[in-house]
């Protein structure tokens, strides 16, 4: 920096306004309105005269943790605010991840076109599989063990805890 460059005096403390340093309200924001969907959806569903848990089980309860889940974060980012660097002349350049998108939207695309065939606990551990491979996981057997016990799980709740029917696929004798 020469003697010539005209230096700017840091701005006072309240003159950026409310949203400086708190744009990450966007995702309690999100989470909240996806959370608000499910709920209204759930009371939406006829459920008259079905056995509990019912068909709005599942949804109250991830649209209430949902909703919770969003009232935390919001307040956390309004009591902390994120720091914001100053970035006058400076350029960025922003970085995607492609091959984790194509892993993840690749994995659920095998999912949605493999269950039929596979049945939902290998179809389902597959889709685990290429998402913790999409984020940076390494260890493909133990990914593997995990996504199968996940998979089974979520295959038994369903089946016995909601009485729903996944599709059992290969490992139920049928295609």
């Keep these: 920096m020469s003697p010539q460059?005209?230096?700017?005096?840091?701005?006072?403390?309240?003159?950026?306004?409310?949203?400086?340093?708190?744009?990450?309200?966007?995702?309690?924001?999100l989470l909240a309105a996806f959370s608000l969907f499910l709920l209204i959806g759930a009371f939406l569903?006829?459920?008259?005269?079905?056995?509990?848990?019912?068909?709005?089980?599942?949804?109250?309860?991830?649209?209430?943790?949902?909703?919770?889940?969003?009232?935390?974060?919001?307040?956390?980012?309004?009591?902390?605010?994120?720091?914001?660097?100053?970035?006058?002349?400076?350029?960025?350049?922003?970085?995607?991840?492609?091959?984790?998108?194509?892993?993840?939207?690749?994995?659920?695309?095998?999912?949605?076109?493999?269950?039929p065939w596979l049945g939902w606990i290998l179809a389902g551990a597959l889709l685990f599989w290429c998402t913790a491979h999409g984020f940076g996981s390494r260890r493909p057997l133990f990914d593997i063990l995990i996504a199968l016990f996940l998979s089974s799980v979520i295959y038994l709740i369903f089946g016995t805890g909601l009485g729903l029917i996944l599709p059992s696929g290969i490992l139920g004798g049928g295609f």
């Design 45 to 115: 569903v006829p459920a008259a005269d079905t056995e509990f848990p019912g068909p709005r089980f599942v949804p109250v309860i991830l649209g209430g943790v949902g909703l919770l889940l969003a009232v935390l974060l919001g307040v956390g980012v309004l009591r902390t605010p994120e720091p914001v660097e100053e970035t006058s002349g400076r350029s960025y350049r922003s970085h995607s991840d492609f091959a984790a998108l194509a892993w993840v939207a690749g994995g659920f695309l095998a999912f949605a076109l493999l269950m």
């Design 5 to 29: 460059d005209p230096v700017e005096p840091p701005a006072p403390a309240g003159e950026h306004g409310f949203w400086h340093g708190r744009s990450a309200l966007l995702m309690p924001g």
